[in-house]
């Protein structure tokens, strides 16, 4: 079992590095141009030359890029081109911001969605099951920006009953210091309950948009996985070899796992994703908002930056589901 | 993004291809589902084709008073700068339908292709494909696409090639693996026998059983690029401004909205919504109809 | 004194479906009786799975189960889970028809072993742990300490089916329901698990239902006989009255039939002044596994079919009959050995040119279905050859399949169908059509007619005694089924873990086999004639244990491990292969020097 952690671990390394180099090639083999970008389009030669050198984009690209892995191994990726401050603290503070995000809502949505889906399983081909089919497959074909807006509009417009979409906070409110940059944590840590109600409350519509996308294929994943599993030769045998039915449940349960955390591996990717576009709407400052502004402004470490850490971040949840994977079903080994 | 089926388990219960049989025969126009979707990818094909023609006001320019609520003249209102929604919202599928159906045709054929030589001929080639293939799903097709877009210039030819080449694995992933399961079967040890060569025996056997998979998430694939392509434009890397693009039109009326003005995100959220839900249950449909075991 | 374990009146077994209630099971009305074996006959999809579970009061999700059912007084349906729960597993036992899929994939044997035990004893972990091992020993698993933690998939399917059928046992049930428990398992292993069965029916009064598709299990086991079709019992007989006169449509064709085949001859030896068509000489051929290890999968076999022949290769699981097959046709390639037709070698041929030669040798694999490209039609099917290797206009082709179908008794209707459209015995039919295509000299017949039903299997060999006859077809036919043997080769070479171990006209091997394998082999053979049953006689060849996997073969007999009568210089020294008459060559020192049942004690 170690051999394989270390195995995948070793592989999902490879990987990462393997995606920033050719990110960073692919980035500077387009046609966009960042100095142009900076100092305008009209400006004159010497400015230009003067802006590119100090991008460091003079140098040939392999000088550029043995500059940029060289500080990559010392943990430096570099500062920003717009901002100036270096990459890793920009991350630093925006990642928290979105992993919060991504994980309430799944949460939640695991927590609506799994109970349903396994209750249309025991009874399928009925009216319950029908409905869900299609909220199945309506949830999961929604553009999650624009039910962020509707969501917006009626909880916070016409019903007051959620704030204005302006970010993590009340824009007057006196944040808690950034301990793990997670709003709900730090203010509960450092006791602040206003700041921790602030916090959910300016949280809980923009959880709910997502998880209201990502329920859709969980729930059609656990209905459909826990019928097959139901229907098994093996869970009949255990009925016939009349093993009582709290084991039985939990045997079920446990079959019907694996498909289910494949899938919340291809979600969490999709999370990341829209966790961009619904940071937009409700203003939150997460990864998404940062890697919009870096792509819009041609900040290429910025850029770089989060492609590496998003690489990382997204290969450590498979590694993690792929272990859970393995630690379920013996079979995966081979 | 592609929704894996579950697994069929092993000892499964006939049962469930007999409810699936019964399906098959059940005629085209009885079953709910095919409908929906057939007439919405019906009308968003016709739309993409003639939608701009028949729109009652040029969709790129001011047509009358801003922020006009939806009235007689203007059926779904206009926005901030004049231009009438209606128009806009019907000429959009030009821009997101094509463009994702023809990404969606592109992955889908060198997906296909690529993934049948993977799982055909083992070695090298195919675990360096399964590799490259594994590194790129395992990243945010989102924030890949931005990136892709942004840099290489936000025309139409180079969101349907970043498109394409994000939704390629998904085909070679599909491909490779029935191609796998294909390859084992007794009917190409007799097309072997029979004197086949290999080459033969791909394109003439193989291929062709291969294909169901990938041509039952074509049509959920072009959902997904209508999703991609709206968001893009959402946040400013997609499509330009003025073209009328559903995403865009969301966009720009945003702001507006908390003052109230409704109109102008809710058609095009709306047209967005039932396009993407028809091409999803196209293909839910015709898996049901199709799926053998 | 034999009293009533279970009655069911009006038994149904109901599956909810989109489209409205299906009933697999209808208003069924049955007796079982202690000490009794009945055995339940039915084709596929009549309702005998589902008949079988609901006497346990189960149906496979989302079924259900309703009538009466009366367990030793009690209705069975009445009974609140929590006492059903008691009585299954231990008063009434299960044994499924798939072992591996039966058992759940993600706990180790022993686990599940022990869970079962503790659902019905008051035991400790490790107390159920032990018994999960004397389990496992009783019935010959060596090593069962270590046995007991592989998973379900590191088992073979033999090896499953002991466990289970242990666990089923070891209750001590009143009524056992098996449920074709022995379908897929080598001929000497279903000989084995089958005489077990009967001896704890006999020891213990155990009631048994049998279902099976097999009227030979039937004939030699069963004291009487139920046959289920669409649902409902069509026949409640005693075996002998069944197997005399049977009542409906169904059983009097496979009774039909299968008495035509008991008192068919042996194949003729036939005039050997043919010319050798086919030659084999020391055919090796091996596989590298995962681990390292080396899999013999053929060892030195040399064989000739003469022109106009036709050989049958048998053997069970490891035998390596069916990669001797595919060495022929060159779907694998050997390590060593040459393959001689007529005068050409054909394991040193180039591949293109192998290509052409192909439309010499033909094939007919076991699974008709997974043999047929799904998308194809008869027609397409049958023309790919012909269009491959020869020029035909479209008329003549029209016509030549015209002339296929005839001789394989198709009709011309069926051209234009596609596979999914015809039953097995016709699927089959279409692939012997596609391999006559091309005027083969030689046909590789690879278990044509194991995974047939019992009529169209009948069918079919006729069908190719037929061809044989009229097209001077010569073939080589691979199968675990003797009986087909005897009655369509001339010749025959009998296969163990990669070597010949007997072979010669089969008129001789059967009749008097020399070769202690199969000895036990045709022991295990079971006739449907409920007059001369195996249970009636007495066996003193029987093989103990598995049939191995032919990984890290000893250096002396391969069957040494399981054989009644081996010694210390079987086990030492290479075995090979002899002549004990003319034409009759054995693998073993001791039947060739007639000394078989002698054992040596001083050894």
């Given at each position: 079992m170690g051999r394989y952690v270390l195995k995948r671990a070793g592989i999902g390394l490879l990987q990462a590095l393997g995606i920033t180099i050719v990110v960073f090639f692919v980035i500077r083999a387009l046609p966009a141009d960042p100095v142009a970008r900076l100092v305008g389009f009209n400006s004159s030669p010497e400015v230009y030359k003067q802006a590119q050198a100090s991008l460091g984009l003079d140098a040939s690209i392999w000088s550029q890029f043995v500059t940029y892995m060289s500080g990559l191994f010392r943990g430096d990726l570099g500062v920003s081109w717009v901002t100036g401050s270096p990459i890793l603290e920009e991350i630093r503070s925006a990642l928290p911001i979105t992993l919060q995000l991504i994980t309430l809502s799944f949460a939640l949505a695991l927590l609506v969605s799994v109970p349903v889906g396994i209750a249309t399983a025991k009874r399928p081909g009925g009216k319950l099951d029908k409905g869900v089919f299609g909220y199945g497959l309506f949830a999961g074909a929604q553009p999650e920006f624009w039910w962020g807006l509707l969501f917006i509009f009626f909880f916070y417009y016409s019903w007051g009953l959620a704030p204005a979409p302006l970010g993590q906070y009340a824009p007057g409110l006196d944040p808690p210091p950034q301990i793990t940059g997670m709003s709900l944590v730090d203010s509960l840590i450092t006791g602040n309950f206003t700041a921790f109600i602030d916090a959910a409350w300016h949280l809980w519509l923009p959880v709910m948009t997502l998880a209201f996308i990502v329920s859709g294929p969980i729930i059609k994943m656990t209905r459909q996985s826990m019928s097959r599993v139901l229907g098994s030769e093996f869970i009949l045998y255990q009925q016939a070899s009349g093993l009582p039915s709290g084991q039985i449940a939990r045997s079920t349960i446990r079959a019907s796992l694996p498909p289910v955390l494949t899938l919340a591996g291809i979600l969490f990717g999709f999370l990341l994703g829209g966790a961009v576009l619904i940071e937009q709407v409700f203003a939150f400052n997460g990864l998404g908002s940062y890697s919009v502004r870096a792509v819009l402004n041609l900040d290429y470490p910025a850029i770089q930056g989060t492609v590496l850490i998003i690489t990382v971040v997204s290969l450590v949840v498979y590694l993690v589901l792929d272990l859970l994977l393995a630690v379920i079903d013996p079979r995966v080994k081979n | 993004m592609t929704i894996p089926q579950a697994p069929p388990v092993e000892g499964e219960h006939p049962l469930e291809n007999l409810a699936n049989e019964k399906l098959k025969t059940k005629r085209w126009f009885h079953d709910p589902l095919l409908v929906v979707g057939i007439v919405i990818v019906g009308v968003a094909i016709f739309l993409a084709a003639f939608g701009e023609a028949i729109a009652p006001y040029d969709p790129t320019v001011p047509v009358g008073p801003p922020s006009v609520p939806p009235s007689g003249q203007y059926w779904f209102g206009t926005d901030t700068s004049g231009l009438d929604v209606f128009s806009r919202v019907i000429s959009a599928p030009r821009i997101d339908v094509t463009l994702a159906v023809s990404a969606a045709l592109l992955s889908g054929i060198f997906g296909t292709l690529i993934g049948l030589m993977a799982g055909f001929y083992r070695g090298v080639f195919s675990s360096l494909v399964m590799r490259i293939s594994d590194v790129l799903q395992a990243f945010p097709v989102f924030i890949l696409a931005m990136v892709l877009v942004a840099l290489s210039g936000r025309n139409l030819t180079n969101l349907i090639f970043a498109l394409t080449f994000l939704y390629t694995p998904i085909f070679i992933r599909l491909t490779r693996a029935e191609v796998l399961t294909q390859r084992e079967r007794s009917y190409v040890e007799a097309a072997r026998a029979a004197g086949n060569s290999d080459f033969k025996i791909a394109l003439k056997h193989v291929l062709p059983n291969s294909l169901t998979p990938s041509l039952i998430q074509l049509s959920v694939t072009v959902g997904f690029g209508i999703l991609l392509t709206a968001g893009l434009s959402f946040v400013g890397a997609g499509v330009r401004p003025p073209n009328p693009e559903w995403g865009l039109m969301i966009a720009n009326s945003a702001p507006q909205l908390v003052l109230g003005e409704w109109w102008t995100s809710l058609f095009p959220g709306i047209a967005v919504s039932l396009t993407v839900v028809g091409f999803a249950a196209l293909s839910n449909a015709i898996e049901r109809r199709v799926a053998t075991s | 004194?034999?009293?009533?374990?279970?009655?069911?009146?009006?038994?149904?077994?109901?599956?909810?479906?989109?489209?409205?209630?299906?009933?697999?099971?209808?208003?069924?009305?049955?007796?079982?009786?202690?000490?009794?074996?009945?055995?339940?006959?039915?084709?596929?999809?009549?309702?005998?799975?589902?008949?079988?579970?609901?006497?346990?009061?189960?149906?496979?999700?989302?079924?259900?189960?309703?009538?009466?059912?009366?367990?030793?007084?009690?209705?069975?349906?009445?009974?609140?889970?929590?006492?059903?729960?008691?009585?299954?597993?231990?008063?009434?036992?299960?044994?499924?028809?798939?072992?591996?899929?039966?058992?759940?994939?993600?706990?180790?044997?022993?686990?599940?072993?022990?869970?079962?035990?503790?659902?019905?004893?008051?035991?400790?972990?490790?107390?159920?742990?032990?018994?999960?091992?004397?389990?496992?020993?009783?019935?010959?698993?060596?090593?069962?300490?270590?046995?007991?933690?592989?998973?379900?998939?590191?088992?073979?399917?033999?090896?499953?089916?002991?466990?289970?059928?242990?666990?089923?046992?070891?209750?001590?049930?009143?009524?056992?329901?098996?449920?074709?428990?022995?379908?897929?398992?080598?001929?000497?292993?279903?000989?084995?698990?089958?005489?077990?069965?009967?001896?704890?029916?006999?020891?213990?009064?155990?009631?048994?239902?049998?279902?099976?598709?097999?009227?030979?299990?039937?004939?030699?086991?069963?004291?009487?006989?139920?046959?289920?079709?669409?649902?409902?019992?069509?026949?409640?007989?005693?075996?002998?009255?069944?197997?005399?006169?049977?009542?409906?449509?169904?059983?009097?064709?496979?009774?039909?039939?299968?008495?035509?085949?008991?008192?068919?001859?042996?194949?003729?030896?036939?005039?050997?002044?043919?010319?050798?068509?086919?030659?084999?000489?020391?055919?090796?051929?091996?596989?590298?596994?995962?681990?390292?290890?080396?899999?013999?999968?053929?060892?030195?076999?040399?064989?000739?079919?003469?022109?106009?022949?036709?050989l049958g290769l048998v053997g069970e699981s490891g035998s390596g009959k069916t990669t001797v097959g595919r060495l022929i046709l060159r779907l694998l390639d050997a390590d060593e050995g040459s393959i001689w037709f007529r005068d050409t070698e054909l394991t040193s041929m180039k591949t293109r040119a192998f290509r052409d030669f192909r439309s010499k040798i033909q094939v007919v694999f076991q699974d008709p279905f997974d043999s047929l490209n799904p998308r194809w039609s008869v027609e397409k099917a049958i023309s790919e050859p012909i269009d491959l290797h020869m020029k035909m206009s479209k008329d003549e082709k029209r016509l030549r399949i015209t002339e296929l179908l005839g001789q394989v008794g198709l009709p011309e209707s069926i051209r234009t169908v596609k596979p999914a459209g015809l039953s097995a015995g016709q699927q089959q039919r279409v692939c012997l059509a596609r391999a006559l295509s091309t005027n083969p000299d030689f046909l590789v017949l690879d278990e044509p007619t194991s995974a047939l039903p019992p009529v169209a299997r009948v069918e079919m060999i006729a069908l190719l005694k037929d061809l044989r006859e009229r097209l001077g077809l010569s073939f080589i036919f691979i199968s675990h089924d003797l009986s087909t043997v005897r009655e369509l080769c001339q010749d025959v070479a009998v296969m163990y873990l990669s070597q010949i171990v007997e072979m010669g006209p089969t008129s001789k091997v059967f009749a008097h086999p020399e070769h202690p394998y199969t000895q036990a082999l045709l022991d295990s053979v079971l006739f449907h004639d409920p007059l001369s049953r195996r249970v009636d006689r007495e066996h003193r060849g029987a093989l103990v244990g598995e049939i191995p996997s032919p990984v890290d073969l000893p250096k002396g007999c391969y069957l040494a491990g399981r054989c009644p009568f081996a010694e210390e210089k079987c086990r030492q020294e290479p075995q090979l292969l002899e002549f004990t008459e003319p034409g009759h060559l054995v693998r073993c020192w001791k039947a060739v020097g007639g000394v078989l049942n002698v054992v040596d004690t001083e050894a």
């Open positions: - | - | 004194m034999t009293s009533t374990i279970l009655k069911t009146t009006g038994l149904n077994v109901v599956y909810p479906t989109p489209t409205g209630q299906f009933k697999a099971v209808n208003d069924v009305d049955l007796e079982l009786r202690s000490g009794e074996i009945v055995g339940l006959i039915g084709e596929s999809g009549s309702g005998k799975t589902s008949l079988a579970l609901g006497l346990l009061a189960l149906a496979r999700h989302p079924g259900k189960v309703s009538g009466h059912i009366d367990f030793q007084g009690r209705d069975l349906l009445s009974l609140d889970n929590d006492e059903l729960r008691e009585i299954r597993g231990r008063s009434i036992g299960l044994i499924t028809q798939k072992p591996r899929q039966s058992l759940n994939p993600f706990q180790n044997v022993g686990t599940q072993i022990g869970r079962v035990y503790r659902a019905h004893v008051k035991a400790s972990k490790s107390e159920a742990n032990d018994h999960a091992i004397e389990l496992l020993e009783n019935v010959g698993i060596n090593d069962a300490p270590r046995r007991i933690r592989a998973y379900p998939h590191e088992l073979s399917g033999g090896m499953a089916q002991r466990a289970l059928i242990s666990m089923a046992l070891s209750a001590q049930p009143e009524l056992l329901v098996a449920d074709e428990p022995t379908s897929g398992l080598d001929v000497t292993i279903q000989a084995q698990f089958l005489d077990r069965m009967w001896q704890r029916a006999e020891e213990t009064g155990t009631a048994v239902l049998l279902v099976t598709q097999d009227l030979g299990i039937v004939a030699n086991y069963c004291d009487r006989v139920l046959v289920i079709e669409n649902g409902k019992l069509v026949e409640d007989a005693p075996t002998r009255d069944f197997f005399a006169n049977p009542r409906d449509a169904y059983s009097k064709r496979v009774l039909a039939l299968a008495g035509e085949r008991a008192v068919a001859d042996t194949a003729d030896a036939g005039v050997s002044t043919a010319e050798p068509l086919l030659r084999i000489e020391n055919l090796r051929k091996t596989f590298k596994l995962d681990d390292g290890k080396i899999l013999s999968a053929v060892s030195d076999v040399s064989l000739t079919v003469m022109q106009g022949q036709s």
